[in-house]
C-alpha cells in the first residue's frame, strides 16, 4: 500500500488549501483514511477521518474550516482547509487502515502512512 500526500504550501492566515492523499496497492472492501499533523516541537495529532461508508470525523479545533472526501474514482481523499490560522502550521501526514472499529485519532491504529505534505499559514 503507497500513500502520496501533496499540496500543501505557503498561505497567508484566512486562506485555504486543499490537501490530496493518493492512494494505492489495497483490495480492502473497508478502510479509514486520515489526516494527521506534526508541528515542531508537538506530538501528531488526528485532524480528519474518512470511512470506506462514507462517514467522516473531524477534531473540534478544524471543525467548519475543513472538510475531507474521497473520490473512489481516483483513489484520492482530500482535505479542504478554509479559514487557516497560523496554528494550523504543521506537515499534514495521511494514513491508512483496513483495521475494524478503530479509534480513528489514534496514530498506532494505521499501518500505511504517506511522506507528508509541509502546510505554513503565515503573513
Known amino acids: 500500500v503507497q500513500l502520496q500526500a501533496s499540496g500543501g504550501g505557503l498561505v497567508q492566515p484566512g486562506g485555504s488549501l486543499r490537501l490530496s492523499c493518493a492512494y494505492s496497492?489495497?483490495?480492502?472492501?473497508?478502510?479509514?483514511i486520515a489526516w494527521f499533523r506534526q508541528a515542531p516541537g508537538k506530538e501528531r495529532e488526528a485532524v480528519s477521518c474518512?470511512?470506506?461508508?462514507?462517514?467522516?470525523y473531524y477534531e473540534d479545533f478544524v471543525k467548519g474550516r475543513f472538510t475531507i472526501s474521497g473520490d473512489n474514482a481516483k483513489n484520492t481523499v482530500y482535505l479542504q482547509m478554509n479559514d487557516l490560522k497560523p496554528d494550523d502550521t504543521a506537515v499534514y501526514f495521511c494514513?491508512?487502515?483496513?483495521?475494524?472499529?478503530?479509534?480513528?485519532?489514534?496514530?498506532?491504529?494505521?499501518?500505511?502512512w504517506g511522506q507528508g505534505t509541509q502546510v505554513t499559514v503565515s503573513s
Open positions: 496497492g489495497f483490495t480492502f472492501d473497508e478502510y479509514a
Open positions: 494514513a491508512m487502515t483496513d483495521r475494524q472499529k478503530i479509534l480513528w485519532g489514534i496514530a498506532v491504529e494505521y499501518e500505511y
Open positions: 474518512i470511512v470506506s461508508s462514507g462517514r467522516v
